[in-house]
């Protein structure tokens, strides 16, 4: 897979070592994503958050400890993004056996339904291949960004690091509006997911655009946290990665809310068509606009690809709130 990539000799070894330290580690990232998504679907959001957050600032402090003082290298990258993955599923099974008895596990809870079986592919098979689809896009730009020599390399690998992190309040507020909007639906409370979601987009546009403005004005200051002062190029490269990306935010923010929104809601089909369309703009982007201005062209693919799905979604989301209003009238008019 790397060597169809293209990418460069000079860093494929360090590529693979990466990626069997993932693998090898994957089950942490399993077990944060199930028991994360447990606690939010019980109405606690927060408590997820809070540990993504410790996480991620675990994962930084390890980088900075092995790959600068202990000097391991890609290697050490790799195992500070496991141990925190670890840190934090341990800290999900903390919580859960302190303040949610119920959901400590029994034998009796391993007994196989179907019914239930069933239900959670309903609904997770259209999800895992939207995120598949996502996946693909990025591979496919990857490659040419491997096309394009090691600095590009490192510049995308830092400025996606910082990115990873200012973009994290924005996919907190979106895996949230899945929860909110599950619980009032089929609580029936549909003028409350209105609201909701209004007050969810103005929120996460807020943090999009608080967040632009700390990686635009400051991006090049925190890739030295990675690389080198003196690679002058990388860290310049990763500005305009950063210049590019952090002025669009608002675009991302707005595809958490409504992604999610319509998830919560048990629409499936929309959302994967909204993956497909980002993998069709980040394809573009890989293709042709790489190809005529280098990394600039890169750059774009995930405003591209934001702006893409958001077109999608933006028409079923209309007029999902449209049926929720009208199911508000006939509840209030039943009422009265």
Not at 25 to 45: E, H, P, Y
Not at 129 to 142: D, K, M, T
Not at 179 to 202: E, S, W
């Amino acid at each position: 897979m790397l060597v169809v990539m293209q990418t460069p000799k000079t860093i494929i070894h360090d590529a693979q070592t990466f990626i069997i330290i993932i693998l090898l580690g994957i089950f942490a990232s399993m077990a944060f994503n199930l028991l994360s998504n447990v606690i939010r679907a019980l109405g606690d959001s927060r408590t997820p958050l809070f540990f993504l957050i410790i996480a991620s600032i675990v994962n930084i402090v390890l980088d900075l400890f092995l790959i600068l003082v202990v000097k391991m290298g890609v290697a050490g990258a790799g195992i500070a993004t496991v141990i925190a993955q670890v840190f934090s599923s341990i800290l999900c099974i903390i919580y859960i056996y302190r303040k949610i008895p119920n959901l400590q596990l029994r034998k009796s809870d391993f007994k196989i339904s179907k019914r239930e079986i069933s239900e959670h592919a309903r609904v997770a098979f259209p999800m895992a291949f939207q995120a598949s689809i996502i996946a693909i896009g990025a591979v496919i730009l990857q490659s040419a960004l491997n096309s394009l020599g090691t600095d590009v390399v490192a510049a995308q690998t830092a400025s996606s690091r910082i990115d990873q992190f200012a973009t994290l309040p924005m996919m907190s507020f979106g895996i949230t509006m899945a929860t909110y909007t599950a619980q009032n639906f089929g609580a029936k409370k549909y003028a409350r997911i209105i609201q909701g979601v209004r007050q969810g987009l103005i929120l996460s546009i807020c943090f999009s655009i608080l967040g632009g403005i700390i990686v635009i004005t400051c991006g090049h200051v925190l890739v030295t946290l990675f690389v080198s002062p003196k690679e002058f190029k990388v860290i310049h490269l990763a500005q305009v990665y950063f210049n590019i990306n952090g002025s669009m935010y608002w675009i991302l923010a707005t595809l958490f809310i409504l992604r999610y929104t319509l998830q919560g809601l048990g629409q499936s089909v929309v959302p994967t068509i909204a993956g497909i369309m980002e993998l069709i703009m980040r394809s573009i982007a890989a293709i042709g606009l790489t190809a005529l201005f280098g990394f600039v062209g890169a750059a774009t693919a995930g405003p591209l690809a934001w702006t893409g799905s958001v077109a999608i979604l933006i028409v079923s989301y209309l007029k999902a709130m449209k049926n929720l209003k009208q199911l508000d009238k006939e509840q209030q008019a039943q009422k009265n």
